[in-house]
């Protein structure tokens, strides 16, 4: 069965660069969220997409920002990064009025320098 | 969402039953009780979703007592391979159209 997809898996950057993190949500599921997961921490939630649009705010720096496209894959762009943004990024997709959870992605591991 | 709050960690051996309770005394009404499983550097991972009563399935068994205060996950004859952080999560249609706010898991460690 297909899965959530994210891109790349590992991405390395320098302190103040910018960053995008791609998601590819399981066919026909309309929903998709991301998760921040630092070191030793429990998931955060930053934010979510519904049919393309934002539907709830996390955690979410104001330094990132994210959307979700017409073919409801969604990316996760991070700017003027910082040490505190190493951490593991998950992205879950689900469909509207289908309980029995969420799938999550493998996430991109992203490393600031 | 509900506030929920379970053990920190947990040591068992290989062939044990692992009870796992979670405790969300301000439940509500709507709100479903969800476990995920999550091992290191992976993202989380479904493992079951009940409203009340016992669920079933596969890989593990849910009670959910009348009040619905608390949870027990159970995990038959856990081997090497279960050990993993798992979280209790309690929200309104998880799945549906709510956010998954993850809260403190329970560390759990299976030894041979």
């Known amino acids: 069965a297909a899965g959530v997809i994210q891109s790349p898996r590992h991405l390395i950057k320098e302190k103040r660069e910018t960053a995008t993190l791609k998601c590819y949500p399981i066919?026909?599921?309309?929903?998709v969220y991301w998760y921040q997961q630092g070191p030793g921490q429990d998931p955060q939630f930053l934010i979510s997409?519904?049919?393309?649009?934002?539907?709830d705010k996390g955690s979410i720096p104001d330094r990132f920002s994210a959307q979700q496209f017409s073919d409801y894959h969604s990316e996760l762009n991070m700017s003027s990064l910082e040490l505190g943004d190493s951490a593991l990024y998950f992205c879950?997709?689900?469909?509207?009025?289908?309980?029995?959870?969420?799938?999550f992605g493998s996430g991109t591991r992203l490393t600031v320098v | 969402l509900a506030k929920t709050t379970q053990p920190i960690s947990m040591d068992s051996y290989e062939g044990q039953e692992v009870n796992i309770t979670c405790s969300h005394n301000?439940?509500?009404?709507?709100?479903?009780i969800t476990w995920y499983q999550q091992f290191p550097s992976q993202g989380p991972r479904f493992i079951i979703q009940?409203?009340?009563t016992k669920v079933t399935n596969e890989v593990a068994s849910l009670f959910i007592p009348a009040d619905r205060k608390s949870s027990t996950l159970s995990l038959p004859r856990v081997s090497l391979s279960d050990t993993a952080v798992y979280y209790c999560?309690?929200?309104?249609?998880?799945?549906?159209?709510?956010?998954?706010?993850f809260g403190k898991g329970t560390k759990l460690s299976v030894k041979p």
């Open positions: 997409f519904y049919e393309k649009m934002q539907s």
């Open positions: 301000n439940i509500a009404t709507n709100d479903y």
């Open positions: 879950a997709s689900s469909l509207r009025g289908q309980p029995h959870g969420y799938t």
């Open positions: 009940g409203y009340k």
């Open positions: 999560l309690v929200g309104e249609g998880l799945g549906s159209q709510g956010n998954l706010i």
């Open positions: 066919p026909r599921h309309d929903t």
